[in-house]
């Protein structure tokens, strides 16, 4: 499982980041996908037809939310655990 996201800096420069996405994380995502954009897997497959999808802005949209939302959660638990 590994992850490539190609990030563009204030400088413009490609920046990758090629560490593998820990198990659960990806699960997570891998459901929110499931749910919200009705992709069946974030795994690579090789084959064009699975592995590009076409997404409408709104489910994108709320995909990402959804991630974001369960970050600041985290984020939250995360401080609380560590008071």
Known sequence: MRAMLR???RTMQPI?????????VFATLE?????RLGIATLQTRNNDRLD????GVSGLSNALF???????QSAQASETDSS
């Open 7 to 9: 990030v563009w800096g």
């Open 16 to 24: 990758f980041i090629e560490d593998p996405i820990p198990a659960g």
């Open 31 to 35: 459901g929110i996908a499931r749910r």
């Open 52 to 55: 590009f999808h076409d997404v």
């Open 66 to 72: 959804e991630a974001y939302l369960l970050g600041v």
